[in-house]
């Protein structure tokens, strides 16, 4: 049995560092360069597989070279691409990423490629893998309608549902009803909620309002301060763990759902599941890229212990 459905996108990163992004028409030279693995779903699904959960991966690849990175990373992590779509006329995505060498944030810029064709059709086509799941991810790099049909379709099947509403957009009430739990970050939920999230107290109020507009739990991610959980009956800030010196934000996020779907879909009570992917994300800020920095299972339980 699938434990963790991920519907979602894989394009290769390009990731570039250098002191800032040049202005227009300006060539800057560089001080570092990496291409590898990435999309917000891809991440997600090899960052809950190296957690523990048995994960499927829901969409479309073009066959290509970057194609075959994509395959070969989920072969490594242990994901399963019985629900992959291959396309012969519309290319893997790819992103361009900018990391600051003076902050080390990050700016990313995304062409999702063949997974951008994702559709309701698709859904239905591969529903037996999301109806057959524990826990169904999905977030907001492939076409909205596609996204809300996997919600609903995991939801009728009464699968937990996880909404990572990234990159922000508007969502509908009829969206917001489908998710057993949203997990924006600082700016993704001040543009679902109209609150400025730059205090712990501003993210309980954000939590409130998204609550209030129909979703089950609010889990707000707070970079270096951990995460904030808020279901109506409890509301508690996880704090993230220290596990060494920061070396690159790209794809903390992604580790943070991964694993926290994960440890929901193994059992833990939802505060249990938010710390393990408070480990799992601290982990991954000390390495650099994104899929290749993903904590493993051991690793993850290490650094809880310890704390």
Not at 13 to 42: I, Q, W, Y
Not at 269 to 298: E, I, K
Request: glycine fraction near 10%; aromatic fraction near 4%; charged fraction near 20%.
């Amino acid at each position: 049995m699938t434990a963790v459905a991920i519907l979602g996108v894989f394009v290769a990163d390009l990731s570039f560092e250098a002191p800032r992004l040049p202005v227009m028409g300006e060539t800057l030279l560089g001080s570092g360069f990496v291409m590898g693995p990435g999309g917000k779903g891809s991440n997600q699904a090899v960052a809950a597989a190296k957690a523990g959960a048995h994960t499927s991966f829901l969409t479309r690849l073009g066959n290509d070279a970057f194609g075959k990175i994509a395959l070969d990373t989920w072969e490594r992590a242990g994901v399963s691409t019985d629900a992959v779509i291959r396309m012969d006329d519309a290319p893997t995505g790819a992103a361009f990423i900018f990391v600051s060498t003076e902050t080390r944030d990050n700016a990313i810029i995304v062409e999702s490629g063949a997974a951008g064709h994702l559709a309701p059709a698709d859904i239905d086509t591969l529903s037996h893998t999301i109806e057959g799941a524990k826990v169904f991810v999905t977030q907001l790099e492939q076409p909205m309608d596609a996204a809300e049909h996997g919600l609903a379709r995991a939801r009728a099947a009464r699968v937990t549902t996880i909404l990572n509403p990234a990159p922000a957009a508007p969502l509908s009430q009829e969206v917001l009803a489908l998710c057993d739990v949203i997990t924006p970050n600082e700016s993704e939920a001040a543009a679902l909620t109209g609150i400025s999230v730059d205090s712990v107290d501003d993210a309980r109020a954000a939590a409130t309002a998204l609550r209030n507009a129909g979703v089950g739990s609010a889990l707000i991610t707070l970079g270096e301060r951990g995460a904030l959980y808020d279901d109506g009956a409890t509301c508690e800030l996880v704090p993230a763990f220290s596990a060494g010196a920061v070396c690159d934000t790209t794809g903390a996020g992604d580790a943070f759902n991964g694993a926290f779907a994960a440890a929901l879909a193994e059992g833990r009570p939802s505060l249990d599941a938010v710390r393990f992917a408070c480990a799992a994300a601290s982990l991954s800020v000390t390495r650099r890229g994104a899929a290749a920095a993903m904590a493993s299972r051991a690793e993850i339980d290490a650094l809880l212990a310890r704390a």
